[in-house]
């Protein structure tokens, strides 16, 4: 099984990150599930579809499902030449603090583009 990475393609910053990261997989260890593309994808695990777009989420190898910094550190961890980076993150022991920083960052993030009426979502509501 390899590592899944869940993103969002209607987000112009998401879609050159998952972009980016895909041309980094030189291995092939990643498979990329696009929620504007399959929308319940996560719903199964308890997930919705707006914390799906809030935050990425990546399931491992084992089936283990994470979201926010560590999902990133999953990630850096499928990569080579960045395998490094989170194993610096850990050894360091800031995976919190990368996790906050993380979801500082993302906080809001689908919810705001919603806000303006244009989600692009089939059947979705803006959240104002």
């Known amino acids: 099984m390899k590592t899944i990475v869940y993103f969002d393609s209607g987000c112009p910053v998401c879609a050159a990150g998952a972009a980016h990261w895909q041309g980094r997989d030189w291995a092939r260890r990643t498979e990329w599930v696009d929620l504007m593309v399959q929308p319940e994808a996560l719903t199964a695990e308890g997930v919705s579809f707006a914390a799906a777009m809030e935050t990425l989420h990546v399931r491992d190898r084992h089936g283990r499902l ?21 194993r610096g993150v850990r050894a360091a022991g800031m995976e919190r603090l990368f996790d906050r920083a993380y979801r500082w960052h993302s906080r809001g993030r689908f919810e705001k583009r919603c806000s303006s009426g244009t989600c692009p979502v089939p059947g979705a509501r803006s959240m104002s």
């Open 66 to 86: 994470v979201a926010g910094g560590d999902a990133f550190l999953l990630l850096w961890d499928q990569l080579p030449g960045w395998r490094w980076l989170s």
